[in-house]
């Protein structure tokens, strides 16, 4: 039985991270194609046809000026490890691709509102004692606390009640953010991740995620700091069909044309 | 889409790919789950499909199939994380796997062997209202 795994991103300067990751299954030595072309934003019209053709999710994140502030809990806390259960996963990026879905948004009309403000210059640092998932508002524990359990690896717990420091889960979001937006806010002081459905919630955290440096995705025990630059994030799916193509090379055509209309 | 067909990916990789996707926001996965080289899902009724018509691959493989549990289960693990499963059943060509399954779905009653090679055969070659039509 083959298993997935990932090569890691190149490091091109000191803060752009080139999104090349190529996925490898060993058992049979095929390439399955770059990552990248997932965050690749797509701007032709999707015909009903077209099921295989991937729409980018115009996630816009402010390049709000940034800095890493030092850790500001104890260390000990802060070389705790994050040990990511899960599996075949991918990093985003820091300023490169950033860059890329902000000119996306841009190129789509803004599908995503960016709101400068709340989080400028700050920097919001996850630890064990900040760090937990708070929700907020109407619905169940289901499904999206426990994605959200899965990103830490401090196996933050999610609760009824939060401090100044949590990381909060809000389904009470108006109902303009649809079935699937999201607001994020990230502060020095903390996180709050606001739908009005449960998918919304779990895009929200899949947004934080990337917000954190990419070891926080690594499948062994990696060190702090923890950190997510300061934003103010409103974000909805420009299409409601978002898909990807993948095939053996050179076995179909239906992939290809998606190749072909997206490079 | 995610061709299973061609070549078979088992539970756990396909829940790979749904953790990859779903982490970049994408909703939907379509499953290509039977072609000339392997049926992938096992159908009541129909049992040669996925246990011998799907007991090779396009590159000389084992192959390999979904049971209906197994399937279940990928669909639940997909909606755990906001995917939705498409399944698709790839008809009336790209069925050479079927046809090597069951001798009754050739129009002159005779099985082909199985392909374990990327690639397809006629699917008739007599002269019936189908003739000159090819997978």
């Known amino acids: 039985m083959s298993a997935c795994r990932l090569v890691p991103p190149q490091r ?20 399955f194609g770059d990552v990248t072309e997932l965050l690749r934003p797509v701007d032709v019209p999707i015909r009903e ?7 980018g999710f115009a996630v816009s994140i402010t390049p709000i000026a940034w800095r890493r502030f030092p850790a500001r809990s104890a260390s000990a806390m802060m070389r705790k490890v994050l040990c990511l259960t899960v599996s075949c996963l991918a990093v985003l990026v820091r300023a490169g691709g950033e860059r890329r879905a902000g000119r996306a948004a841009a190129g789509a009309g803004g599908a995503a509102a960016v709101v400068d403000g709340d989080g400028a ?6 630890s064990r004692r900040r760090g937990s998932w708070r929700r907020a508002g109407r619905g169940r524990r289901g499904s999206t606390w426990r994605a959200a359990a899965a990103v830490d690896g401090y196996r933050l717990p999610v609760t009824n009640f939060g401090l100044p420091g949590d990381i909060r889960l809000d389904l009470g979001g108006p109902s303009s953010l649809g079935d699937e937006g999201y607001r994020l806010t990230v502060t020095a002081v903390g996180v709050e991740i606001a739908a009005h459905t449960a998918a919304g919630l779990y895009y929200g955290v899949q947004t934080l995620r990337q917000l954190l440096p990419a070891k926080a995705e690594a499948r062994t025990v990696q060190s702090g700091p923890w950190t997510a630059r300061g934003v ?30 997206s490079t | 889409m995610l061709d299973v067909a061609r070549h078979f990916f088992p539970v756990s990789q396909v829940e790979n790919y749904l953790d990859l996707i779903s982490m970049y926001k994408i909703n939907t ?15 009541n009724g129909w049992p040669r499909l996925a246990r011998y018509g799907g007991s090779t691959d396009a590159s000389r493989g084992p192959g390999g199939f979904y049971t209906q549990d197994d399937y279940r289960e990928i669909v639940r693990y997909a909606a755990s994380r906001h ?24 129009c002159d009653g005779v099985a082909p062997p199985l392909l374990n090679r990327a690639g ?9 209202p189908t003739s000159g039509w090819t997978t």
């Open chain 2, 120 to 128: 397809a055969r006629s699917a008739c070659r007599s002269t019936s």
């Open chain 2, 83 to 106: 995917v939705t499963i498409i399944p698709e059943i790839d008809t009336p060509g790209h069925v050479t796997a079927a046809q090597a399954s069951y001798a009754e779905l050739n």
């Open chain 1, 49 to 55: 046809r077209d099921i295989g053709r991937s729409a």
């Open chain 1, 121 to 126: 210059g700050q920097v919001f640092t996850l």
């Open chain 1, 232 to 261: 103010a994030v409103k974000d909805t799916p420009r299409y409601a069909w978002r898909a990807r193509c993948w095939t053996w090379p050179g076995t179909s055509s239906r992939c290809r044309r998606w190749r072909t209309t």
């Open chain 2, 29 to 43: 996965l379509h499953l290509h789950l039977s072609d000339n080289d392997g049926w992938r899902i096992d159908i």
């Open chain 1, 12 to 31: 091109a300067s000191e803060d752009v991270i080139q999104p090349r990751i190529r996925i490898f299954c060993s058992g049979t030595g095929l390439i």
